[in-house]
T-cell receptor
Framework: AQTVTQSQPEMSVQEAETVTLSCTYD???????LFWYKQPPSRQMILVIR??????QNATENRFSVNFQKAAKSFSLKISDSQLGDAAMYFC??????????????FGKGTHLIIQP | EAEVAQSPRYKITEKSQAVAFWCDPI?????LYWYRQILGQGPELLVQ????????DSQLPKDRFSAERLKGVDSTLKIQPAELGDSAMYLC?????????????FGPGTRLTVL
């Protein structure tokens, strides 16, 4: 079974600075997808960024970028120019490649990100 | 913007009672997921539907949990009887199809407290 580990229960960063959230995973699959989701307090979970394992190029979405190291099974999220609205729980998630079958997400335990004004 | 709807948002019940949660996915989304999120943990998949068919219910405690999606649109998750350990947030998500690259959109969740 796949597992996802987030070793940082909580991170704190000053507004406008950069922060990196760590994630490692374990799988025997070669094709899969990795995601970072954001869960603000009392609001629904939203997708921040996604990475296909077959792509060597790291995904970027505006201020959010990932460092995907397939051999090391590492998938970290970098948030540049942190904003107050970035405060939330961040979950790293794994999804096996599926042509239409079972493909639920496997989540880590999350990292609580605090933005200091 | 279309969203996944869930109700109720909050539910308090006593142990041994029955509870039910409802989910209405984004229109046109064929795949629907129910996840359980215990406080301080990440969500765990309970069941996945493709249209009205169950694709994966390997983590669903079938002695007390049941889920249905009769017409392939909205879905109901039931617990009977509820136990103290069932206290959690129950999240519903949907995606256009079950192809892995498709984004899963999450609803606001139902927070269940079992007394």
């Amino acid at each position: 079974a796949q597992t996802v580990t987030q070793s940082q229960p909580e991170m704190s960063v000053q507004e406008a600075e950069t922060v990196t959230l760590s994630c490692t995973y374990d799988t025997s699959e070669s094709d899969y997808y990795l995601f970072w989701y954001k869960q603000p307090p009392s609001r629904q979970m939203i997708l921040v960024i996604r990475q296909e394992a077959y792509k060597q190029q790291n995904a970027t979405e505006n201020r959010f970028s990932v460092n995907f190291q397939k051999a090391a099974k590492s998938f970290s999220l970098k948030i540049s120019d942190s904003q107050l609205g970035d405060a939330a729980m961040y979950f790293c998630a794994y999804r096996k490649y599926s042509g239409g079958g079972a493909d639920g997400l496997t989540f880590g335990k999350g990292t609580h990100l605090i933005i200091q004004p | 913007e279309a969203e996944v709807a869930q109700s109720p948002r909050y539910k308090i019940t006593e142990k041994s009672q029955a509870v039910a949660f409802w989910c209405d996915p984004i229109s046109g989304h064929a795949t629907l997921y129910w996840y359980r999120q215990i406080l301080g943990q990440g969500p765990e998949l309970l069941v996945q539907f493709q249209d009205e068919s169950v694709v994966d219910d390997s983590q669903l405690p079938k002695d007390r949990f049941s889920a249905e999606r009769l017409k392939g649109v909205d879905s109901t998750l039931k617990i009977q009887p509820a136990e103290l350990g069932d206290s959690a947030m129950y999240l519903c998500a949907s995606s256009r199809t079950s192809a892995s690259y498709n984004e899963q959109f999450f609803g606001p969740g139902t927070r269940l407290t079992v007394l």
